[in-house]
């Protein structure tokens, strides 16, 4: 059974940092694309940042770059997020997703970040 499960949300403070977590089980690691999404009541979800499974290669949102690092332990097959500065925009519930061979999601974190 394939499973994405997140951790690690909460509320912090503006300027604080949170790190989450996305423990993936079910499918290979190394075949897969991981990334973290954010949604925010009535708008799109958003793409984030995302890691290779391969070869460790890294994308992030011009939202989120020189804040947000993306991290992989395959040994683990856990991806992680690691949220700095954070600010109230930031606010939203963050799913993990792998893919593209299938595509898979998580429940959702929640990420709230007061001014």
């Known amino acids: 059974e394939v499973q994405l499960v997140e951790s690690g949300g909460g509320t912090v403070q503006a300027g604080g940092s949170l790190r989450l977590s996305c423990a993936v089980s079910?499918?290979?690691?190394?075949?897969?694309?991981i990334a973290w999404f954010r949604q925010t009541p009535g708008k799109e979800r958003e793409g984030v940042s995302c890691?290779?499974?391969?070869?460790?290669?890294?994308y992030y949102a011009d939202s989120v770059k020189g804040r947000f690092t993306i991290s992989s332990d395959n040994a683990k097959n856990t991806v992680y997020l690691q949220m700095n500065s954070l600010k109230p925009e930031d606010t939203a519930v963050y799913y993990c997703?792998?893919?593209?061979?299938?595509?898979?999601w998580g429940q959702g974190t929640q990420v709230t970040v007061s001014s």
């Open positions: 079910g499918f290979t690691f190394d075949d897969y694309v």
């Open positions: 890691i290779s499974g391969n070869d460790g290669s890294t």
């Open positions: 997703y792998a893919g593209p061979l299938r595509t898979y």
